[in-house]
């Protein structure tokens, strides 16, 4: 099992910034990828960022040039630094890592975070 702690969320004015943080504990062995995901009120959970455990990177369009998501190995933490953010980048926001072993490919979750973004 893998344990996936969340933390940096909170209210914000549009244009501004917040980091989120996550840490991940337990059988951190064979994480390929880590990422954040977010879901609003209403719509479905979609793909922010990840990143693999070499460094390679993937952003949702509606991101890029203004969320940078970034990896401490040695900590086991994924980050994601958002600037310029927008209302509509309001949700929760979920860490996620993908491991893979013989047995297969597991995707585990955080509790989620919450960033508000006040127009």
Known sequence: ???L????G???QAGGSLR???AASGSINNINAMGWYRQAPGKQRELVADITSGGSTNYAGSVKGRFTIS????KNTVYL????LKPED???YYCNAVRSTWSGRYNYWGQ??????SS
Request: glycine letters at 10%; aromatic letters at 0%.
């Open 81 to 84: 630094q958002m600037n310029s």
């Open 5 to 8: 702690v969340e933390s940096g």
């Open 10 to 12: 909170g209210l914000v």
């Open 71 to 74: 990896r401490d190995n040695a």
């Open 90 to 92: 309001t949700a929760v």
């Open 112 to 117: 989620g975070t919450q960033v508000t973004v």
């Open 20 to 22: 989120l943080s996550c």
């Open 1 to 3: 099992q893998v344990q």
